[in-house]
């Protein structure tokens, strides 16, 4: 146990602790094992290119605006049926806390799953069967086996398809991340509102709407989330063909 430290800040501040230890590794990691001059160009952070590539903050807001459109559509239904009611209300806390989670999860996780990850499966693997695998091994990393079989089921195939869609996104940009954390972070951050003040749902909610948990429901697991992430997948191959 981390002295001094209460009891419910030891897990966190240790996640901290280990990140820090991981971003203070790359530079050493990326230079001997991908023989990479830069670790944040590969990790997807920096461009590398001296052109008219999009900036950072493009791909970033580009990103929020597809997870503020997929998590609309969820509650838009719950909203016309009868298992949600608009409050509309966030406080300075939940924003603050909002954003911290969003930019936290967002650039964390992306920088271990669809940076490091994915680069460590593409120096031994076909770039397509890395993107597979780490969106596997994402899905299990993320998933509750104690929800039940169906519900478990549900998030084991919604993050899955939300690991492919992160890693078309970072393939689609050149290896730049940034869409990628901005779709993961927002996700994260504008349910935590949604969740937390913006609409009341009911205890009928559906599963398949608004995904298992509970009280504590993953959209991404339910059959929308899985459906509108498939979605995604698709008009991407489609519009990947018209531009060939």
Do not use: Y
Request: with cysteine.
């Amino acid at each position: 146990m981390l002295v001094g430290l209460p009891e419910s800040q030891v897990s966190l501040t240790g996640t901290i602790l280990s990140f820090g230890m991981f971003l203070g590794m790359m530079p050493r990691w990326a230079a001997l094992r991908w023989s990479a001059q830069s670790a944040w160009c590969a990790l997807g952070i920096q461009d590398p290119r001296d052109n008219n590539h999009p900036c950072w903050w493009a791909e970033l807001l580009k990103g929020l605006l597809v997870a503020t459109g997929l998590l609309s559509l969820i509650v838009l239904v719950t909203l016309v049926g009868p298992w949600g009611q608009w409050l509309g209300v966030i406080n300075g806390k939940n924003l603050i806390n909002s954003l911290l989670l969003g930019l936290g999860v967002g650039c964390a996780e992306e920088l271990i799953f669809r940076g490091w990850l994915w680069n460590e499966l593409n120096h031994d693997l076909q770039p397509r069967n890395g993107a597979l695998i780490q969106a596997i091994i994402f899905s299990l990393v993320h998933t509750r086996f104690n929800i039940g079989l169906l519900s478990t089921l549900g998030l084991l195939i919604g993050l899955f398809l939300l690991g492919i869609v992160l890693a078309r996104m970072r393939h689609r940009n050149n290896g730049s991340l940034w869409e990628s954390i901005g779709l993961h972070g927002g996700l994260v951050s504008i349910w935590f509102l949604i969740d937390n003040g913006l609409v009341n749902f009911s205890a009928e909610t559906p599963t398949w709407l608004i995904g298992p948990g509970g009280e504590n429901p993953n959209p991404i697991g339910g059959m929308t989330g899985c459906t509108l992430l498939s979605a995604l997948l698709i008009a991407g191959a489609f519009k990947r063909r018209a531009i060939r």
